[in-house]
Each structure stands twice: as structure tokens, then as C-alpha cells.
């Protein structure tokens, strides 16, 4: 096996005994974006001398005999709406795509801090307002099982790198499910953490009151370790919680017997492609044969939760984006007066996609509709959050789908921002509630592409969810595995970094 076939917590083992070096793991990991990237196009910006300035810390810090993190020395991927210093961090847009933070996200030092070499920064659609990648300002992802189709959004770049092996692991963004959609259709694990038990310092913001830092990665053991790493309080975040269930690899192994585990019966709707509910009714079964309790459950209010998202999330981003005016930094468009130049400066500077939201929010929060709007939305998140903490009372787990459909192609639903907006159908009611939930490799379509299940917990359970994850991951059809990855040989698209 190659060095990037393995998982992230075969490496950490394979480095703490000396199997390999951090600096030979790295030169594996570039050569594997040097091939690929050009077709699958996860990465805006590479890193190679950083990478490698890294691991060859490490391995002198290993040879010396320190004691060192566990991830010391595996690579990783960052999401390029996450600060990094010294690094462009463009959100994919045009209006940063020359901008340079001068500090790191705390998620980002903690990786420098355990020596974790960062690979490069990923795609994703425009300040993580998308479902497929394909709003990005530079180019589309590819989703490495079917190059004609997306990988969904907003974290695809970070998908794509997980599941084509241009990384073991990688950070992403959920707002309305940004990385629980890709990591379905790309099939891997993506957790979306309970709201607060991950930093937001130095995420740009989309809508701060969803908005999450969260891990993609191949197995529940992997993001277990990364989980560990990132998890926990900040100063810097008023809406960070205290530090609990600090050690997300216990328990892992202990099965499913007698959890009380809800099937969602609006996450298996006749509007969904018939295969990825019997995908989830399988999965089901699979939880009731080794000893779970398994009923359906029906949360009505996931009815409203497109309605009530599309609002709120809006809104929130048409006050976080105000910051962009060509005046402090960022993409600068000449005007006459300021009123010219302000107009020019966002015009060119956002996408359609991220200039229609800034206008919904902008009209929902104004005034004579805000009570109509924006605060009834508000009521329903409430009346979504209070349903949540019912159902929790009488179950464990609910389990569903994590997308509605396997991979669509690319350029299928662009013209259609409701279909699009309807590809995150499974996965906004979590958010709203502020629950943790993960999207978890759920077997294969019939068309050969991936299919995802999605595990929801009560707040703080994350523990709980990989302990479901690591049940599925022993039996054949859910167990994680990448794409054979047949196009290698083939002449690359333009693009890529």
C-alpha cells in the first residue's frame, strides 16, 4: 500500500514507531495532489514548502525523543474560509482572492501547535454559501467517483481531498450543512460538532449564529482524533462551551445494544431517491439485529426548516458581509464618490449566488418585514430547538439521510437555486437546533456513487455518534473506501491551483 492509502490513525501509529516519516508521508501526499488535483481541482492553494518546513520539525523533534501529539506529523487540509497566516485565505471569492490574514483561526494553531503539516487550502462555494462547490469564484470541484458530477458544498474541496487521498484529513465549514452534504456525496465521514464545541475565532462568517468548524475525514476513528485536537473552549469565543467528553476515542467499540435510536420519517420521504432510503431502512435493521431499539419518529417541524433557514442564514449574512466595501481590504473598485465605489466594488467583487443572499437578508431584516419575516423565522428555529430536546428524551440517535440524492451532475441545478437550496433538506434542522450530527458513508447507489446516513444526537453527544459510526464502519456495505480513481492517466481540465 501507498503511504496515503492508509488512515490517519494507521500513520500516527506507523510514525510513533518509526514506520515512516512525517517528511516521507508529506512528499507522499504532494505527489498525490500533483497527480490528481489538476482533474478534481479540491485545492485553491497549495503548501508544499510549509508542509514539508513541518514535517522535517517533527521528525527532528521525534528523533530528539520528544513527546509529541498523537497527529504530530499527519497532514491536513483547511478549508479556505478558515484564517491562516501568512497564507491567502480568498473564501473563493474575487473580493479576497489576494487577501492574506495576519493571524491563525484557533483551529489553525492548534494544528500548528500538534505539527500538523497543512497541505493547502480547499474549494468551496463563495463564503460557503452553496450545495456543490460550483459557486466558487475560481472553478468548479469535481467529485473524484464521477468527475461529471459535484461534490457537493459548501466544504467539497475538503471532500474531495479526503476521499481521493489528497489528504487524510481536512477542516470544514457547516452552516446548513455544509459538510455533512459533501461528506455524503462524496463518502466520507463529516461531523458538524454541537454549536460552540469547536472555535469559530478566525472562521469567516457566514451566518454566525449556524456557522461551525467541523472535520472530514475517512473513518469515525480518524475524526475522533482530529475532534480531540480542535475541540474545547476559547477566549476568543464568546459562544465556545467548557470542555467536555475530552477524549473522543473512548468508548468507540461499545456497540449499539439497547440504544434507543428514531428513524426520521421526513429524512426518508417519498421525494427522495428510493435507493437512499433503503439505504437508511437497511441501516436501520442493521442497528435493531445487534440489539438497538429502533422506531420512527416524526418531527414535523423539519417541514419548516428550509422555510425558516433561508431567512435567518440570509440575514445574517447580509450583516456579516457589509464588512466588504473596498475601503479596509479586499478587492477595491474605483468610483466618482463612495456611493459609485461601493456598488462597484461588491458588484465585481460577489458571485450571483452570494449577492442573491446578501439581497434576501437585506429585504427580510428591513423595515415593515422584519416582524414577517426574519423574527418568524426565529420562532420556528425556537419551536425546532424545543422539538429537538423532546424527541432526545425517549431517544439516543435519530438516524436519516444525509442527502436526498446521490451526486447530481455539475451544472444540473445552477439555474435553479431552490432545487439547489433543496439539496440541504437533511441536514438545516440540525443546524438550527444547534445539535451535533454526522454524515457517515451509508453504501453505494446503484450508479456506483456514494450514499450518506446521518446520525443526530442530543447537544454534547458527539461521542455517542462515533460510537454508532465505528458499528458501521465493521459491516462490508457501510465501511468507509475510496474511488478507484481510473481518470489519472487521462489529460487534466483547466484549473486546480
Not at 416524526?298 to 458581509?321: H, K, Q, T, V
Not at 453504501?443 to 454534547?460: E, K, R, V
Request: contains cysteine; proline residues 6%; aromatic residues 8%.
Amino acid at each position: 500500500m501507498e503511504l496515503f492509502e492508509y488512515s490517519a490513525y494507521e500513520l500516527s501509529k506507523m510514525l510513533q514507531r518509526k514506520k515512516t516519516s512525517s517528511e516521507e508521508l508529506v512528499r507522499s501526499y504532494l505527489k498525490r495532489i500533483e497527480l490528481i488535483n489538476p482533474r478534481v481541482n479540491a485545492y485553491i492553494t497549495a503548501t508544499p514548502a510549509l508542509a514539508l518546513d513541518t514535517a522535517q520539525s517533527v521528525d527532528n523533534k521525534r528523533i530528539r525523543g520528544e513527546e509529541l501529539h498523537p497527529l504530530a506529523g499527519i497532514p491536513v487540509a483547511v478549508k479556505d474560509n478558515i484564517s491562516t497566516a501568512g497564507i491567502k485565505t480568498t473564501c473563493a471569492s474575487r473580493i479576497l482572492e489576494h487577501y492574506i490574514p495576519p493571524y491563525d483561526a484557533t483551529v489553525v494553531k492548534a494544528l500548528n501547535r500538534a505539527g500538523m503539516p497543512v497541505l493547502g487550502k480547499t474549494n468551496l462555494d463563495e463564503f460557503a454559501m452553496g450545495s456543490s462547490t460550483e459557486n466558487s469564484a475560481f472553478f468548479p470541484t469535481r467529485n473524484p467517483w464521477d468527475l461529471e458530477k459535484v461534490p457537493g458544498g459548501s466544504s467539497g474541496g475538503s471532500a474531495a481531498a479526503v476521499a481521493s487521498g489528497m489528504a487524510p484529513l481536512a477542516l470544514g465549514s457547516d452552516t446548513g450543512g455544509s459538510i455533512r452534504q459533501p461528506a455524503a456525496l462524496c463518502g466520507v465521514t463529516g461531523l458538524r460538532p454541537t454549536y460552540g464545541r469547536v472555535s469559530r475565532y478566525g472562521l469567516v462568517a457566514f451566518a454566525s449564529s449556524l456557522d461551525q468548524v467541523g472535520t472530514l475525514a475517512l473513518s469515525a476513528r480518524d475524526t475522533a482524533l482530529l475532534l480531540n485536537l480542535v475541540a474545547g473552549p476559547d477566549p476568543h469565543d464568546s459562544t465556545s462551551l467548557p470542555d467536555r467528553d475530552r477524549d473522543y476515542i473512548d468508548n468507540l467499540t461499545a456497540g449499539v445494544e439497547n440504544l434507543r435510536v428514531g428513524v426520521i420519517k421526513q429524512n426518508v420521504a417519498d421525494s427522495f431517491d428510493r435507493e437512499v432510503t433503503a439505504a437508511v431502512l437497511k441501516a436501520a435493521s442493521l442497528l435493531e439485529s445487534n440489539g438497538a431499539r429502533v422506531e420512527e419518529v416524526s418531527l414535523p417541524m423539519i417541514d419548516y426548516g428550509l422555510s425558516a433557514y433561508y431567512l435567518i442564514a440570509p440575514s445574517e449574512a447580509s450583516s456579516n458581509l457589509g464588512r466588504y466595501d473596498g475601503v479596509r481590504y479586499g478587492y477595491f473598485a474605483p468610483g466618482k464618490d463612495i456611493s459609485e465605489m461601493f456598488c462597484r466594488t461588491r458588484g465585481e467583487g460577489f458571485g450571483p449566488e452570494v449577492k442573491r443572499r446578501i439581497m434576501i437578508g437585506t429585504y427580510a431584516l428591513s423595515a415593515g418585514y422584519y416582524d414577517a419575516y426574519y423574527l418568524q423565522a426565529m420562532k420556528v428555529r425556537t419551536m425546532i430547538r424545543r422539538e429537538y430536546e423532546e424527541v432526545f428524551k425517549r431517544y439516543d440517535i435519530l438516524i436519516g439521510a444525509a442527502s436526498p440524492t446521490p451526486a447530481f451532475k455539475l451544472g444540473e441545478k445552477t439555474s435553479d437555486p431552490l432545487q439547489m437550496y433543496l439539496s440541504d433538506v437533511c441536514n438545516i434542522t440540525d443546524s438550527l437546533a444547534g445539535v451535533p450530527s454526522l454524515a457517515i458513508p451509508g453504501g453505494f447507489h446503484s450508479s456506483g456513487l456514494p450514499m450518506g446516513l446521518q446520525l443526530t444526537a442530543a447537544p454534547q453527544s458527539e461521542r455517542l455518534l462515533l460510537q454508532v459510526a465505528c458499528f458501521f464502519e465493521q459491516h462490508p456495505e457501510t465501511k468507509p473506501r475510496r474511488p478507484e480513481l481510473d481518470f489519472i492517466e487521462s489529460p487534466p481540465e483547466e484549473g486546480g491551483m
